[in-house]
């Protein structure tokens, strides 16, 4: 992924309003994230559990969405991330919510998946983060990486309808 820049980030959010969009916490470490290894950057807001970032590169250009993630008081079971197929045990997936955007949105639509709690699906897939428990599978890297890219550009048309990555 190429490395992004504050006003990038800000100005590619579809499902919230400019002002939400100015008002979101960014990470601070930015100029340190691993942009190489990065098909999408994600975060979790620190001032609040219950609030998630993520921005894509897609074809027609940066994508962001905001998300709410859903309360998992006393999970222990084992669960899977739908983007990168990682499986974790207690809170380490998270069912994660976005408004649509547009109209839909407005309604009060959403659209929700169960994803990596960290939203560091990237990493995960590459080995560069071991909390998660990856499937055997006889696929290279690069077919897991399509396979992320394709579920999250899935996800990202529910949100606002934007061309497949």
Not at 5 to 17: G, H, K, L
Not at 39 to 55: E, K, Q
Not at 117 to 124: E, G, H, N, R, T
Request: aromatic share 4%; hydrophobic share 40%; with cysteine.
């Amino acid at each position: 992924m190429t490395p992004l820049t504050e006003p990038a980030i800000r100005a590619s959010f579809v499902n919230c309003t400019k002002g939400e969009a100015k008002r979101l916490a960014l990470p601070r470490d930015l100029a340190e994230r691993p942009w190489a290894d990065l098909d999408f950057l994600g975060w979790r807001d620190p001032a609040g559990a219950d609030r998630a970032y993520l921005v894509a590169e897609t074809g027609t250009g940066l994508v962001g969405v905001a998300l709410r993630v859903a309360s998992q008081a006393g999970r222990t079971r084992r669960s899977m991330c739908s983007l990168c197929l990682t499986t974790h045990t207690g809170d380490g997936v998270s069912l994660m919510t976005a408004r649509k955007a547009g109209p839909d949105g407005r309604a009060g639509n959403s659209v929700g998946s169960y994803l990596c709690a960290d939203l560091a699906c990237s990493l995960y897939l590459r080995g560069r983060k071991s909390a998660g428990r990856r499937l055997d599978e006889s696929i290279t890297l690069a077919e897991k990486v399509d396979r992320t890219t394709a579920n999250l550009a899935a996800f990202l048309q529910q949100v606002g309808g934007h061309t497949p990555m």
